[in-house]
C-alpha cells in the first residue's frame, strides 16, 4: 500500500525562540502513516516545546510544520478544525474536565463536532471506554473518583473517541507504576493495529520506548540528533545519545527488551 | 435494488453492499440508509465489505449493532472485509459485550441529601472548633520564645493585607460617604435640618460603615488570598513538607498571619474612618451648603468618643473571624486545584456571613448596655 509510506508529520528547519535562548535551532522530523513515533531528549531539550509547537499552543519562530499536508503556521481556522478533528491528544496531567463525569468527559468532542443524537454518542463514547479497558460503571464517576492509570485510560479514550488517525502522548505512562505502565505500552499497541493509528510519543520511560516505538527521534542541542529504530538508536556514537542511553537503567531496559 | 451512496442492497442474491466511507462524519447518513432497507425475513444475508473505503470504530459498532439487531431473524454473514476492517469489527463486538446500556447515577431522594449536608456542616463546624483549638494551643506554646524569628512574617503580612489594601480602601470609603451623605441630605433638605449631616454621617460611618466595610472589602480581598495561598501550598505538598522538618505550618504560616490582620484590621478601620467622613463632608459641602469649616468645627462636638471607641472595636473580632476561616479553608483544601477555587468561594462567603452575624450580635449587645 503506497498510503503507509505517506508522511502525516513533516517538520522542516523548525525554529523556536522562547525567553533568552533558541529551544530549537533547526529540527527536522517526518512522520510516516501508522508508525509509533518516540521522542527523546534529555530535560531541556525541546520535547515538550515541539510538541507544544504540533498542536499550535505555541508558534515557532521559523520553519514549517505540515500535518496530513496542511502547512500549520500559516492555516487558516478552518484548515485548523479540519486538522484538529483528524489528531487526539493524551496530556500529561490527563487534562479530564473535573466538573464532567468521565463519560461526558469522552462524549465531550463528539457532542461539539458531530450531529448525532445523544444516544450514539453515549455508546459510542463508552464503546472507547471499554476499548481502553474501562468498566461501565466507572463511566458515571467523576474523574477524581478514578486512579492515576484509570484517569489516564480515560483521557486516551477521550483522544481517540473522533477516530483521529494521529495521537500524540505526552508521557503516557508517567507516574503508573510498572504494571500498569507496562498495560498501558499494550494498549497503545493494540490501538495502533485496530484503528490504524499513527502515534506521537513524548516519553522518558526507557521500557517503552523499546516496547512500543517504531522509531525514535532524539532532540539535542536545539536538533533532531538521530531518528532510527530503538536497537540502532542506542548504537550512535553521539556522545549525548550515548550517555542518555548507556545509564544503567537504559543498560536494564535494553537486556530486558532482548530477553523478551 | 436499492442504490446509495454508502451501500447498495440486492434483494434477490440478499447480498448488501458497503460502499465508501464508514465514518463518524457519515455517520447519520449510514444509519438512515441502513435502517430504510426492507429484508428478506428468511435465508441467509451476505455483508460485502470488499470496497468499503474506510471503517472507523463508529461504523463498525453501527454495523455490528444492526447486526445483533437482526440476528434472530436472519442469518448475517460479513464478507470480503479487509484484516484491520475485520478486526475492527471483531473488537468492537467484544467490548459491546453484555448489553446494559450506561448505567444511571443514582442521586439520593430530597431528605437524605438535606440530612446529609447538615451532618456535614455539624462535621466542618467540629473541624473548625479543632483547629481554632489547634491555634490556640500553638499559640501558648509559641508564646515562650515569641521573637523567635516570627517578626518578619507578620511584618510582610501586615504588608500585603494592610498597607498595599490603603488605596482601595480608602477610595471604596470615599465613596460610601458620599453615597450615604446624598442619601442623608436628600431627607434633611427637606427640613431644612442640613447641619444634623454632621452628626448622622459621623455615627453612621464611625460605628457602623468604617468597620463593617473595611471588614468585608477585607474578606474578599485578604481572606480569599489566605485560602488560595494555603491552599495551593498543601496541594503542593509544601504544608507536608514543613510537618516533617519539625516547623508546624500554624507556627510559620497561619498565627503570624493572624496576627498580622488583627494588627492591621483597626488602622485600616480608622483609615476607612478618615476618608468616609471626608467624602460625606465634601458632598454635604457641595449639596447642602455645610463647609468643610462648619462641619470640622460641630463634628467633635456631636460624635462622642464612644463612636470612634466601639467601632473599632470590633475590627479585631472581624480580623480573628476573616483570618481564622480564610486559614482553615486554605488547609482544608485537598486532591485537585480546583478544591482551592471552591474553598476559595468557600472562605469568602462564611467570612462575610459571620462578619454581618457578629455586627448583629454588637449590635444587640450595645442596645442592652445602652452605648
Known sequence: ?260 | MTEQAVLSYDADAQRLTCKGEWDLLHLTQIKKALYQIQWKKTGELTVDGQVIQKMDSAGALLLVKWRALHANEIAIRFENFSQEHDDLLTMVAKERGAEGGIPEAVKPPFLARVGENSVQRLIEFNAYLIFVGHLTYEFLRILRKPFHGRIQPIASAIYSTGYRALPIIGLLSFMIGVVIAYQMGVQLRDYGANIYIVNFLGLSILREFGPLITAIMVAGRTGSAFTAQLGSMKINEEIDALDTMGVTPAELLIIPRIIGLFIVLPLLTIWADFFGTIGGMMMANSMLHVSPDDFILRFPQVIPLKALILGLGKAPVFALIIASIGCFEGMRVKGSSESVGVNTTKSVVLSIFFIIVADAIFSVIFSELDL
Open chain 1, 1 to 260: 500500500m503506497t498510503e503507509r509510506t505517506t508522511p502525516i508529520i513533516e517538520i522542516s528547519h523548525l525554529k523556536t525562540h522562547l525567553g533568552k535562548h533558541w529551544v530549537h535551532q533547526d529540527v527536522n522530523l517526518t512522520v510516516n502513516s501508522h508508525e509509533i513515533m518516540g521522542i527523546v531528549g534529555g530535560s531541556g531539550s525541546g520535547k515538550t516545546t515541539l510538541l507544544r509547537a504540533m498542536l499550535g499552543l505555541l508558534k515557532p519562530t521559523a520553519g514549517s510544520i505540515r500535518l496530513f499536508g496542511c502547512e500549520l503556521l500559516t492555516a487558516s481556522a478552518e484548515t485548523w478544525l479540519k486538522v484538529q478533528r483528524r489528531w487526539g491528544v493524551l496530556f500529561q496531567q490527563n487534562a479530564l474536565f473535573s466538573s464532567l463525569t468521565v463519560l461526558e468527559n469522552v462524549a465531550f468532542p463528539l457532542k461539539e463536532h458531530t450531529d448525532l443524537d445523544l444516544d450514539s454518542i453515549n455508546e459510542l463514547a463508552l464503546l472507547k471506554l471499554l476499548m481502553v479497558g474501562l468498566n461501565r460503571d466507572d463511566a458515571v464517576k467523576y474523574p477524581s473518583e478514578l486512579s492515576g492509570g484509570m484517569q489516564k485510560r480515560a483521557a486516551l479514550a477521550r483522544a481517540i473517541v473522533l477516530d483521529p488517525e494521529l495521537i500524540f502522548l505526552d508521557e503516557p505512562t508517567a507516574g503508573l507504576d510498572p504494571h500498569l505502565a507496562s498495560e498501558l505500552d499494550e494498549l497503545i499497541i493494540a490501538l495502533r493495529r485496530t484503528m490504524g493509528l499513527t502515534i506521537v510519543i513524548i516519553t522518558h520511560d526507557l521500557d517503552t520506548l523499546w516496547r512500543v516505538t517504531d522509531r525514535v527521534a532524539f532532540l539535542g542541542q536545539g536538533k533532531v540528533l538521530c531518528v532510527d529504530a530503538m536497537d540502532k538508536l542506542v548504537k550512535q556514537p553521539d556522545p549525548t545519545i550515548h550517555a542518555f542511553f548507556s545509564g544503567a537503567r537504559g543498560r536494564v531496559a535494553e537486556a530486558n527488551h532482548n530477553c523478551e
